[in-house]
């Protein structure tokens, strides 16, 4: 079973932006931002109330070699979901099987603590980050 665990933001600048968006949305920011140079960016999740309300990460590029600077360049906003998956293989498997394509494989992230993500862009020309359990 998949659980929304965040919903991606790409702003410019967190530190900018993180306060707005807490406010805007009645979720907590701790202040914390988490640097990953395998993604090159810079992540910051706001959270509920409750545990298991799904989170906002906000995703600031660093340099321009990141994956999202040219999404920024086009304005940045919303960019994608994450489901956190029980086997990372086997919804990877199911995401080809319905036309999805692998943009990423997987690789550790820093801000889950080294557990896997993959990115997989689908027919519907969604985003979705796969988050390893």
């Known amino acids: 079973m998949q659980r929304l665990d965040h919903v991606g933001f790409v702003t410019a600048s967190i530190r ?9 949305i009645g ?3 701790s202040g914390e931002i988490t640097h990953d140079p ?7 999740f706001l959270r509920g109330a409750r545990p298991q309300d799904p989170s906002v990460e906000l995703v600031e590029p660093v340099g321009p070699g990141s994956p999202v600077s040219r999404f920024l360049e086009r304005g940045g906003g919303l960019h994608h979901l994450c489901y956190e998956v029980p086997s990372l293989e086997a ?3 199911l995401s080809r099987s319905n036309g999805g394509l692998v943009v990423k494989p997987p690789l550790p992230a ?8 993959a990115w997989v862009y689908t ?11």
Not at 38 to 44: D, G, K, S, T
Not at 123 to 130: D, M
């Open 123 to 133: 027919r519907e020309k969604l985003l979705i980050e796969f988050l390893e359990a």
């Open 38 to 44: 395998l993604q090159q960016v810079n992540v910051a």
């Open 27 to 29: 979720t907590t920011w």
């Open 110 to 117: 820093v801000a889950f603590d080294g557990r896997r993500i």
């Open 16 to 24: 900018d932006a993180a306060p707005g968006f807490a406010r805007s």
């Open 91 to 93: 919804q990877l498997s």
